[in-house]
């Protein structure tokens, strides 16, 4: 999937807007905020991507502080790093962080928690590089429980958003990667297992919002 990310890269901001109605921005500034990302902060996005989260984050952390961005997609980090979203863009995996212990005030992790490979060497390295104190977010999607709900953001994912994405950019790419993507929502961990991860690896205050039936928070404490 690296190589679909790296092409589909300069798309990849016009397809968010498109799968989220538009609503992906302020989204993600406002659960930064609630969560309590706050002005001279050092944060870490992990699967930065093109910086959709780092971007409000630099925002909120101001001068004083600093966004660092880590994806393993030199495309990705290219969008970010071309669009001034990170102060720092790092190549590498969460599985692997390439950084010392104790180092973030905050770190996030958007849409991408489906990729890893292993949920429990991610979370210790989170908790590894957080500062004592320190705040893990995760971001994640799941499918709604409703029937109706499930059936109808299926058609969405699926079959209208993998279309308009080949229509609007003309990337088979892009459109692959879209085609995945119904796939790998729905078959992402269950939230039972997220949360009793983010427990077993010794997190404190381990938290779950979710909003709309579909967008789930993680947040835990180090
Ligand atoms: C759906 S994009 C999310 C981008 C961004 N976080 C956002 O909120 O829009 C998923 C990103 O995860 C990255 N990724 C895939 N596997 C990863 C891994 N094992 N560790 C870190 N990032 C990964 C991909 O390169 C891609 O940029």
Known sequence: MGDLFDA?????D??????????????RRRVLREAGLAPGMR????????????????????PSGQVIGLDPSAG????????????????GLAEHLPFPDDTF????????LRHVADLRTTFDEYRRVLKPGGKALVLEITRPDSPLSYHLFKFHL?????????????SRP???????????????????TILETLKQTGFAAVDRRVQVGIFNEYSAVK
Request: aromatic share 10%; hydrophobic share 45%.
């Open 43 to 62: 944060m870490l996005d992990v699967a930065c991507g093109t910086g959709m989260i780092a971007s409000p984050a630099r925002d909120i952390v101001g």
């Open 14 to 27: 016009r397809i968010s807007a498109m799968m989220s109605f538009g609503t992906d921005k302020s989204y």
């Open 105 to 112: 005030d905050f770190l996030t992790m958007g849409f991408a």
């Open 76 to 91: 990705m980090l290219g969008e970010a790093l071309h669009r001034g979203r990170v102060d720092i863009a790092a190549q």
């Open 174 to 192: 892009a459109q692959s990667l879209m085609d995945y993507h119904w796939d790998t929502v729905a078959y992402c961990v269950p939230a039972a």
């Open 158 to 170: 699926k079959t209208v958003v993998p279309w308009v994405t080949r229509l609007t950019t003309f």
């Open 8 to 12: 589909s890269a300069k798309h990849y």
